[in-house]
Antibody, heavy 120, light 110 residues
Framework: QVQLVQSGAEVKKPGASVKVSCKAS????????LHWVRQAPGQRLEWMGW????????KYSQKFQGRVTINRDTSASTAYMEMSSLRSEDTAVYYC?????????????WGQGTMVTVSS | QSALTQPASVSGSPGQSITISCTGT?????????VSWYQQHPDKAPKLMIY???KRPSGVSNRFSGSRSGNTASLTISGLQAGDEADYYC??????????FGGGTKLTVL
């Protein structure tokens, strides 16, 4: 079946970087875009950025521009989100979510989420 | 990009209907039909309920419906059930390959 499986929980110190993976299965990886969304404890969903299907172009929310990098390994059907210069406010659950299409629409399949804790 | 505006909470009794609004601007909700709605139960990943403003994915109950008028989108749930109690989020395409979520609405089934 179609699914996204994310890497496990991370604990990082302020200033460090974290890289979360999202392995896709059950569909043609490059036929769909893939988004990253985060949710701080008790807070709303926040769109971070995405990588399109096809040519793999990326786009980031202005809030995360320069601090987040999204890329993919098509041979492994896996996408990655790396965030640098972590601070306590980055403590959140990070989700990957598949787009309905390659060019951007809605998010139909979600990963299970990866908890990232930033603490000294 | 600013978050879309949703009421913080709504409530209804079993069997009733409720509507959740999602207000944006002419740059996002008002500019295209790429508005979607997500249901999130506690400690669970979100689930797509409505896409392209008024389309239901396969497997989503027809008690859920969506609409859009101007800068406001709406999600209506009819025949409320206890299992509908959850947080609901709208999301809109804001142009330039950017998406924006709403602040979320907590639905309580009385």
């Amino acid at each position: 079946q179609v699914q996204l499986v994310q890497s496990g929980a991370e604990v990082k110190k302020p200033g460090a970087s974290v890289k979360v993976s999202c392995k896709a299965s059950g569909y043609t990886f490059t036929s769909h875009g893939l988004h990253w969304v985060r949710q701080a404890p008790g807070q709303r969903l926040e769109w971070m950025g995405w990588i399109s299907g096809g040519n793999g172009n990326t786009k980031y929310s202005q809030k995360f521009q320069g601090r987040v990098t999204i890329n993919r390994d098509t041979s492994a059907s896996t996408a990655y989100m790396e965030m640098s210069s972590l601070r306590s406010e980055d403590t959140a659950v990070y989700y990957c979510a598949r787009d309905l299409v390659a060019t951007g629409d809605a998010f139909d399949i979600w990963g299970q989420g990866t908890m990232v804790t930033v603490s000294s | 990009q600013s978050a879309l505006t949703q009421p913080a909470s709504v409530s209804g009794s079993p069997g009733q209907s409720i509507t959740i609004s999602c207000t944006g601007t002419s740059s996002d909700v008002g500019s295209n039909n790429l508005v979607s709605w997500y249901q999130q139960h506690p400690d669970k990943a979100p689930k797509l309920m409505i896409y392209e403003a008024n389309k239901r994915p396969s497997g989503v109950s027809n008690r859920f419906s969506g609409s859009r008028s101007g800068n406001t989108a709406s999600l209506t749930i009819s025949g409320l059930q206890a299992g509908d109690e959850a947080d609901y989020y709208c999301c809109a395409y804001a142009g330039g390959y950017i998406w924006v979520f709403g602040g979320g609405t907590k639905l309580t089934v009385l």
